[in-house]
C-alpha cells in the first residue's frame, strides 16, 4: 500500500486499538474488588479493594508487547539485527518513555483527570522541539503553525469553565509540574527516536517495538522488587483472579495499538504519531456526540473545525509541496 494509505490505516489501528484499550483500563483500575473481611467483634463484612498496583499494570503491557513483537519479527523473518549501535540509545529512550508514563499517572493525585487531558494534549510542541535539537530534524513554517492550531484545537475542546473548576484547586502546583516533566519526558523519547531513525541501519518498527520494551520490562522489575509492589500484586491477584484476565486482555489491545505506533514512527517519524494520539482522544470524546446524543457548546464546535482544518491542510500542503519531503534532515 502507498505511503497514505499505510498512515490511515496506522491511524485509524491505533484509534480502535486504544478505545477498546481505555474501556479495560477503566475496567481494571475503577472495577469493584469484593473480599470478606473480620471484624473485630467476628462479624465479616465485605469490603472493596482498589486497584494501585501500576506498576504491575506497566509490566504486563511491556511483557505482553515484546512478545507481540518478538512474535512479528519471526513471522516477518527479518534477518537482520537492526539493533547494532543502538542498545544505549534503546536503553535511554525506554526509561524517558515510562518516566514520562509515571508522571503523568502521578499527576492524577494532584490534578483532575481533564487538566490532564488539557496539558498532554501539548505533547505535540515537546515533541517537534526536541526532535528539532536533538534529532536535528528541520520543519516548514507551515508545519509548526499547524501543529500549534491541532493543538489549540484540542486544548479548546477539552477545557473546563472557569464556573466549572473548584475555587479550592490551586492555579499551579506539583500535578502540574509533573505534567510539565511528563511533556518534557515525550520530547526527549521523541528526539531519541528521530535519531535512531537517522542511523545507518534504520530500525523497523517491530525491532523498535521488541527492544523499547526488552529494556522497559528490565526497569519496571527492577521496580516492583525494591519497591515491594509486585509481591503485593500476587497477593491481590489470588484474591482476584479475574483481574489478570483483564490485564491480559488490555495488554494485548495495548500491544496491538502500540504496533502500529511503532511502524507510524519507523515510516512517518514521532511527531505524526504524536498527532495522532494527541486527535484520538479529541476524536473519541466528539464520537460520544455521534453515538451518545452529548451535545457540544460553540467553543467545542469552533474547536473541532479548528482541529480537522489544521490537520486537512497540514496534509494537503505535505502533499502538495514542491519538495518531496518536507520533514528534510539537516
Excluded at 88 to 106: D, I, P, Q, R
Excluded at 248 to 277: D, E, K, N, R, W
Amino acid at each position: 500500500m502507498n505511503s497514505n494509505t499505510k498512515f490511515i490505516f496506522c491511524a485509524l489501528g491505533i484509534f480502535v486499538s486504544y478505545f477498546y484499550f481505555g474501556i479495560l483500563q477503566e475496567k481494571v483500575t475503577k472495577g469493584k474488588y469484593p473480599v470478606e473481611v473480620v471484624q473485630d467483634d467476628g462479624t465479616i463484612t465485605e469490603v472493596n479493594e482498589k486497584f494501585t498496583f501500576s506498576l504491575a499494570l506497566v509490566f504486563g503491557q511491556c511483557f505482553v508487547s515484546y512478545l507481540f513483537a518478538k512474535g512479528a519479527v519471526l513471522i516477518k523473518g527479518d534477518p537482520e539485527d537492526r539493533s547494532n549501535g543502538l542498545t544505549k540509545l534503546y536503553g535511554a529512550t525506554s526509561l524517558t518513555y515510562l518516566l514520562g508514563m509515571v508522571c503523568s499517572n502521578m499527576a492524577l493525585q494532584w490534578v483532575p483527570y481533564p487538566t490532564q487531558v488539557i496539558g498532554k494534549s501539548a505533547k505535540p510542541i515537546p515533541v517537534m522541539l526536541l526532535g528539532v535539537l536533538i534529532g536535528k530534524k528541520s520543519y516548514t513554517l507551515k508545519k509548526y503553525f499547524f501543529v500549534l492550531l491541532v493543538v489549540i484545537g484540542v486544548v479548546l475542546f477539552m477545557y473546563k469553565d472557569q464556573a466549572n473548576i473548584k475555587s479550592n484547586e490551586s492555579s499551579f502546583g506539583f500535578g502540574e509540574l509533573l505534567l510539565i516533566m511528563s511533556l518534557t519526558m515525550d520530547g526527549l523519547t521523541g528526539g531519541m527516536q528521530e535519531v535512531m531513525r537517522a542511523k545507518p541501519a534504520k530500525p523497523t518498527g517491530e525491532q523498535m517495538m521488541l527492544n523499547m520494551n526488552f529494556w522497559s520490562c528490565i526497569y519496571v522489575v527492577l521496580a516492583l522488587v525494591f519497591t515491594g509492589d509486585g509481591l503485593s500484586f500476587v497477593a491481590f491477584a489470588k484474591r482476584h483472579p479475574v483481574v489478570l484476565f483483564n490485564i491480559g486482555m488490555l495488554s494485548i489491545a495495548g500491544a496491538v495499538g502500540q504496533h502500529f505506533i511503532y511502524i507510524m514512527v519507523a515510516q512517518f517519524g514521532p511527531l505524526p504519531v504524536a498527532i495522532v494520539t494527541t486527535t484520538r482522544k479529541f476524536v473519541t470524546v466528539l464520537a460520544s456526540v455521534v453515538f451518545f446524543g452529548n451535545t457540544l457548546i460553540t467553543r467545542q464546535w469552533v474547536a473541532a473545525m479548528i482541529v480537522f482544518g489544521s490537520l486537512f491542510l497540514d496534509a494537503y500542503y505535505s502533499k502538495s509541496g514542491a519538495r518531496p519531503d518536507k520533514e528534510i534532515k539537516k
